[in-house]
């Protein structure tokens, strides 16, 4: 059944939150309306919900807010704070009962009128938690400029944003937290480490370790999330992660890739994890990479393995089969389809993640994967 809720004022983003508390539901989806998100992603977002029961929101972010968000990361162990700040309007699933306790504590916090209009400058940043932010594949609507953006909405954003550390850091010297059980007590792990992307047209979720810097970030030096401006990233740093994002290898288009912008190293992992159990009814399944030659060529100095989603790896005597095909590759040569068989036909079918490992010695070349999909093959 759809429910429409009208305000009678505008209240900008608090609107959106009044409605999920007013939804008769476990779960609610927010996304702005000029962003489309496809039906396949969406069912792989409540898909990885199920599978992880204590996460309380998800976000979906095109690279350039991707990259945004990991460089607005504040990290503090000595006070308690790890946060970051990430958008809600490009794709957000979450819990009723999480956005019910934001509610409650802007309450607490006796918001002004200005800042509940502005809440999605304070969402993340009050969880005191870095979110889980997914690559997302950016299907843009267009209908107009957001009044987030150009130099009134860019000055507005800061000041909430500011504003919001400033709630963040009174709220834990004043030790209120159990009074407010949005604001977690703070990680000290930095664990953005792996990054992720839903699969594009079918059920799974792409995950790597692969450095998507050339340089390690030092987020001790971030004591302001607006200050992630003042950073000084490579050129092609920022190049590789907008033009050539971990989202394109799961795409279902060939003539996009994704670059890292350093050579592969030892312990660099990509995990196809379809999120359920796969059908594959009598036949083997292959894990296939549609590379370049170079990387086609570290593929074979990889491990690969396999697991039922519980992190538990079994280790596959198996290698990579790379042939060349008629598909070009950007950069003007020809891609190879490299196949590994991680389920035999007479295997369990239960199997849901696929993992790739590099194991050789510090490459130059650096990976550059086009596609990465599961197929089932008729012995």
């Excluded at 009128?113 to 870095?130: C, G, H």
């Excluded at 050579?263 to 159990?277: I, N, R, S």
């Excluded at 198996?318 to 590759?329: I, N, P, R, Y």
């Amino acid at each position: 059944m759809l429910r429409t809720y009208n305000s009678p004022t505008n209240l900008y983003f608090y609107a959106r939150y009044l409605a999920c508390r007013e939804s008769e539901t476990k779960y609610c989806f927010i996304q702005d309306d000029d962003y489309l998100i496809l039906p396949s992603v969406l069912l792989n977002m409540h898909s990885y919900f199920l599978l992880n029961p204590n996460m309380t929101s998800l976000h979906l972010l095109p690279p350039h807010e991707h990259l945004s968000s990991r460089l607005r990361t504040v990290y503090e162990p000595e006070n308690g704070i790890y946060s970051s700040f990430a958008w809600l309007g490009h794709g957000t699933f979450l819990r009723r009962s999480t956005m019910e306790e934001f509610l409650a504590l802007l309450q607490e916090l006796q918001f002004s009128e200005a800042e509940r209009q502005m809440a999605d400058n304070y969402f993340t940043i009050l969880a005191n938690k870095v979110p889980e932010i997914w690559f997302d594949h950016g299907i843009e609507l267009g209908g107009g400029q957001p009044f987030t953006v150009g130099a009134e909405g860019q000055t507005r954003n800061e000041r909430h944003i500011s504003k919001a550390m400033e709630y963040l850091r009174a709220t834990l010297e004043a030790r209120k937290l159990r009074y407010m059980p949005y604001i977690s007590e703070g990680s000290t792990r930095q664990n953005f480490i792996v990054n992720s992307s839903p699969i594009k047209h079918s059920s799974g979720v792409l995950s790597s370790n692969i450095k998507l810097f050339s340089r390690k970030l030092d987020l001790s030096k971030i004591s302001d999330p607006n200050l992630h401006q003042d950073m000084s990233l490579d050129d092609d740093d920022i190049r590789a992660y907008i033009v050539n994002p971990l989202s394109n290898i799961v795409d279902g288009d060939p003539r996009t890739s994704f670059i890292s912008p350093n050579g592969a190293e030892p312990g660099d992992w990509l995990v196809y994890d379809t999120l359920g159990p796969l059908d594959s009814n009598g036949s083997s399944v292959e894990l296939v990479l549609l590379a370049e030659g170079a990387t086609a060529d570290m593929l074979t100095a990889c491990t690969f393995s396999k697991s039922f989603g519980d992190k538990i790896w079994e280790i596959l005597d198996t290698s990579a089969v790379c042939k060349e095909t008629d598909l070009q590759s950007p950069n003007g040569g020809r891609l190879s389809e490299c196949s590994i068989q991680m389920v035999g036909c007479d295997e369990s079918s239960s199997f849901r993640a696929f993992k790739v490992t590099f194991s050789g010695p510090e490459r130059k070349h650096v990976w550059s994967i086009n596609e990465m999909f599961v197929r089932m093959v008729k012995d």
